[in-house]
């Protein structure tokens, strides 16, 4: 049997077989309630993985996400007070200001992406520190229910996140499948030389991709504090790698040019099914990454164009 005819429908044939397995293990996972709070509490790590879609699609990557989901944290529990609801709009410019010059130091410096976005998550971090003073923030519970305690309710029995991650989701595929940007990011991510011999201005798709995955980053991190009614440097760590995770797995490689933001819901779902596992069979937290880390060379093994790759360094 041909593998590259196979390949297209990994994704979903994966996490089939992973739900099964999961499900027979412990019939409860698959009880519709389990799902859908399954479902609500990895919304943020969507998110995430939304914006990531775009830099990676373009054979980027970002590794600022995590910093800049925790430097909004710190942002919205110190502004909440005085800002109210429109703190959001602050967060999500920062978020978008951020990506943007990590897309400005890419591609007028021709620094990679993988160097200017750990550096730009670096400074976040920083800025997160020094906001915060080194200490995890709270917001007021009152403040917060007032701005944005719709994030965090239901509807029925759906959580509201859910509604917030398919608003999202829409948006960022009629910006793929139906703008300008999305078919420039396409031609860009499948071959950045021939989009600029067509005169493709590719400096300004890169800044536009980044920008994107800042913002998406700040939605995600701003989720994360109302959720928690606060924030904190480091309250984000340790989503990062399930989030690049369930960008390869879903079928968007390192290359990019092909996949795209619904694969990464794919992935996503790849990613909650996984940690669900690991809940179930008792794995500890401190074997998890380990085992993200192993899904993430299976998933860029797998997914990776080597026709793109004359040589791996």
């Known amino acids: 049997m041909d593998f590259q005819r196979i390949k297209p429908h990994l994704p979903w044939l994966t996490l089939v077989v992973l739900t099964a397995f999961v499900g027979i293990a412990n019939p409860t996972f698959l009880a519709p309630s389990n799902l859908l709070m399954l479902a609500g509490d990895i919304v943020p790590l969507f998110i995430m993985a939304l914006g990531l879609t775009f830099a990676i699609y373009i054979g980027g990557i970002d590794l600022s996400a995590q910093s800049m989901a925790n430097l909004v944290t710190v942002i919205a529990s110190i502004y909440l007070a005085s800002m109210g609801a429109f703190v959001a709009v602050l967060c999500v410019l920062a978020g978008f200001l951020f990506g943007t010059l990590s897309g400005v130091i890419t591609t007028k410096l021709k620094v990679p992406s993988f ?17 915060s003073g080194q200490k995890a923030l709270f917001m007021d519970a009152s403040q917060r229910d007032a701005s944005f305690g719709w994030m965090i309710g239901r ?57 994107l995955s800042g913002a998406l980053a700040a939605i995600a991190g701003l989720l994360f504090s109302v959720k928690l009614s606060g924030g904190a440097p480091t309250i984000a760590n340790g989503f990062l790698l399930p989030a690049i995770v369930a960008v390869l797995v879903g079928g968007t490689p390192l290359t990019g040019g092909v996949g795209g933001v619904l694969n990464t819901v794919i992935g996503t779902l790849i990613v909650a099914v996984i940690r669900a596992s690991m809940l179930y069979f008792e794995i500890d937290a401190t074997r998890q990454q380990m085992v993200f880390g192993l899904v993430l060379i299976a998933a860029i093994a797998l997914t990776i164009d080597r026709s793109k790759l004359r040589v791996v360094k």
């Open 155 to 211: 509807t029925g029995i759906i959580p509201n996140e859910l509604f917030l991650a398919a608003a999202l989701l829409l948006l960022c595929l009629f910006i793929e499948r139906r703008t300008v940007l999305g078919r420039a990011l396409k031609a860009v991510g499948a071959g950045e030389l021939a989009a600029a011999a067509s005169g493709l201005n590719v400096a300004r798709y890169k800044i536009l991709a980044f920008a």
């Open 115 to 131: 160097i200017s976005t750990l550096a730009i998550g670096g400074v976040a971090f920083s800025l997160a520190q020094w906001l």
